[in-house]
């Protein structure tokens, strides 16, 4: 007789009806005649206290069953269906598990795992048991459609969790210093002291360790600030956008004009003694070798 296990695994009242077909697992378990009929009769008293309502010892009676005769797989069937029924999802898992791992072939078990670990939220490990499930199974409509559900369910649960992401971001932004004009390029020197370029007051702001805020540099030279960089002695490099050069200015804040007739440059960056430009009137990034002047 061939059991429906799909059947017995979605409808309880159906177990009643395949207490005669006992299937295996294995080949490999060898068990007594005495064991097997041991079994069998613990199997039958489960499926009377199944009738019963008398779900924990019907239970009792299959796993009874099964430490007879290992491989009868409609003991675990029963056990997880009961399972299913009382709503312990989490105990009928791990008996599908089980299952399972003695036959990766038993697709029934497979997408039942699939079903409790998509009503458990757990989208993606539904995905994972649905995509071992080929496209000539019976129930194959059925794998479609949990499958599609798993994956609209899990993008809405990425995008809730990056929604939650950027709020949390959002709600722990802290404002270090207030009352910019236009603040632009920033760097640290190497004794902490920051400094930003305001582009529409023409000027370099200094704030020290103690979030002081003063003027850095106000000179006629600053014509729209942008980019700054700075090097190993803290020398500061500003990209002067609307005057379309590169200013230096020392630790000791003079201020001299370091390269001309650059095109609106706009971002600074120095490593290894290279200074890069990104030169946006021309579309370019340039170099400079700060130590041999190329």
Do not use: W
């Amino acid at each position: 007789m061939k059991i429906n296990k799909f059947l017995i695994l979605n409808t309880l009242s159906i177990i009643v009806l395949f207490f005669t077909g006992i299937s295996c697992f294995s080949e490999e378990i060898e068990v007594s005649e005495e064991d097997i009929e041991r079994a069998m009769a613990a199997y039958k008293s489960g499926i009377d206290l199944t009738r019963s309502k008398a779900y924990d010892n019907a239970i009792n009676a299959f796993q009874k069953a099964l430490s007879y005769n290992p491989n009868m797989t409609d003991a675990l069937y029963n056990i997880a269906a009961i399972y299913v029924s009382q709503k312990r999802y989490d105990d009928a898992y791990n008996v599908y598990v089980k299952i399972i791992a003695k036959n990766p072939h038993d697709y029934d078990s497979i997408l039942q795992a699939a079903k409790i670990s998509y009503n458990r939220k757990n989208y993606s490990l539904a995905m994972k048991y649905l995509k071992y499930i080929p496209y000539d199974y019976e129930h194959y409509e059925v794998v479609q459609q949990l499958n599609r559900d798993a994956q609209e369910m899990l993008s809405a649960q990425v995008n809730k969790i990056e929604r939650a992401k950027v709020t949390t971001a959002n709600n722990n932004k802290r404002v270090l210093i207030d009352k910019f004009n236009s603040p632009a390029g920033m760097v640290v020197d190497s004794e902490g002291n920051m400094y930003v370029a305001s582009y529409s007051d023409n000027a370099i702001i200094k704030v020290d360790n103690k979030k002081n805020k003063t003027n850095f540099v106000k000179d006629y030279l600053l014509d729209g600030p942008v980019g700054l960089a700075i090097d190993n002695y803290d020398n500061l490099y500003v990209a002067n956008y609307d005057a379309n050069n590169i200013l230096k200015v020392t630790k000791a804040g003079q201020v001299s004009v370091f390269m001309d007739k650059v095109s609106n440059p706009y971002f600074l960056y120095i490593k290894d003694d290279v200074l890069y430009i990104s030169e946006q009137g021309n579309d370019v990034v340039m170099t400079y070798n700060l130590k041999s002047g190329k």
